[in-house]
């Protein structure tokens, strides 16, 4: 069974205090994993796709890192504004759909 | 661009009512998607559309119905609505082919079934 698993479930950092959230997923094809930040009230907003194995992304205080069995999403110095809820997503090689975590709550407090 | 806009924003059903939910985008995309978003469950896909005049299921269809009338349009159905059904509903849009596929959300819809 095809399952997306997101950890922690929440994460209270200080401000500049580094960390990295978690995405394992157990697929039968992976054809691309995606990140995506959401705000209360908001629907999600994208960050970042990976493709293969090895293959990082960065944008501003976010990496994201993927390997054959998980990704991670880096956060170097974060900041109160960085607080919010990061969902991962994986798209099978049958191309059409779209696969969540239940996302981990991020807040930086100042 | 407005991108994705979902109406309406907020509604109260009783057990047993009707209603639909609309999904519009300006990005001339050609898959549409709903989601509904529940606490602890994600985002689970209902129905989807890879085009003008079709429609898909996802995870979790039943209780829904959808049309894809128009390119720009998605609507989702609730023919009798149950509390089961209580939750954040999302509708997301794409562009198809490789290297693009990344979704754009509406802001959401928060349905409460009484």
């Known amino acids: 069974e095809d399952q997306v698993t997101q950890s922690p479930e929440a994460l209270r950092l200080q401000e500049g205090e580094s960390s990295s959230l978690n995405c394992s997923y157990t697929?039968?094809?992976?054809?691309?994993l995606f990140w995506y930040r959401q705000d209360p009230g908001k629907g999600p907003e994208f960050l970042f796709t990976?493709?293969?194995a090895g293959e990082e992304k960065e944008k501003e205080r976010l990496k994201a890192t993927l390997t054959k069995k998980e990704s991670f999403l880096h956060i170097t110095a974060p900041k109160p504004e960085d607080s919010a809820t990061y969902l991962c997503?994986?798209?099978?090689?049958?191309?059409?759909?779209?696969?969540f975590g239940t996302g981990t709550s991020l807040t930086v407090i100042p | 661009n407005a991108g994705v806009t979902q109406t309406p924003k907020f509604r109260v059903l009783k057990t047993g009512q009707s209603m639909t939910l609309l999904c519009a985008q300006d990005?001339?995309?050609?898959?549409m998607y709903w989601y509904r978003q529940d606490p602890g469950m994600g985002l689970r896909l209902i129905h989807y559309?890879?085009?003008?005049?079709?429609?898909a299921k996802g995870e979790v269809p039943d209780g829904y119905n959808v049309s894809r009338l128009k390119k720009q349009n998605f609507l989702l159905g609730l023919e009798s609505a149950a509390p089961s059904q209580t939750s954040v509903y999302f509708c997301?849009?794409?562009?198809?082919?490789?290297?693009?596929?990344?979704?754009?959300f509406g802001s959401g819809t928060q349905l409460s079934v009484l």
């Open positions: 997301a849009s794409r562009e198809p082919g490789h290297l693009n596929e990344k979704l754009f």
């Open positions: 697929v039968s094809g992976l054809r691309g």
């Open positions: 990976l493709y293969s």
């Open positions: 997503a994986v798209q099978l090689n049958t191309g059409n759909q779209f696969y």
């Open positions: 990005m001339n995309h050609e898959y």
């Open positions: 559309s890879v085009g003008e005049g079709t429609t």
